[in-house]
């Protein structure tokens, strides 16, 4: 299909106004990205020595909020269906579990918490906290 102008016709696609669309959308994209793997906010405990969390995709962030709620990565789960999830998608997989407690969440539900992460089959269990700041003297 070509379009007539003045002197003939025109039988090609004017392209730069889709790159420059596309670039605007990478952009975006490129921006919005890294604030979207930020997770679920609670606010950890401290100790002396932390470890950074691997940055690889082969680990899974359980949360448990001030409120009791539980975050698998984003997903909110039930207490009920824990289990379920966890054997599913770390158990099978062979992937790792970071578990992340707000430091004002009671004991007694992190230990339940721990107790269906045990029932689903997992051995390996990784405790998540933020490093002390060292007070100066």
């Not at 690889?56 to 379920?84: N, W």
């Not at 099978?92 to 992190?110: H, P, S, W």
């Amino acid at each position: 299909m070509a379009i007539k102008t003045g002197g003939g016709f025109l039988n090609e696609i004017n392209v730069t106004p889709f790159v420059d669309v596309m670039l605007v959308l990478l952009i975006i994209f490129m921006v919005t990205a890294p604030l979207m793997t930020q997770g679920v906010e609670v606010d950890l405990p401290t100790t002396r020595t932390v470890k950074n969390l691997p940055q690889d995709a082969d680990h899974l962030v359980l949360t448990v909020k001030k409120d009791g709620k539980l975050f698998l990565d984003e997903y909110q789960v039930g207490i009920d269906e824990l289990a379920d999830h966890l054997k599913r998608l770390v158990a099978n997989q062979k992937k790792q579990l970071f578990l992340r407690a707000d430091k004002e969440v009671a004991y007694g539900t992190v230990v339940q918490v721990m107790g269906e992460i045990k029932s689903a089959g997992i051995e390996r269990l990784g405790i998540v906290a933020e490093q002390k700041k060292e007070e100066k003297k």
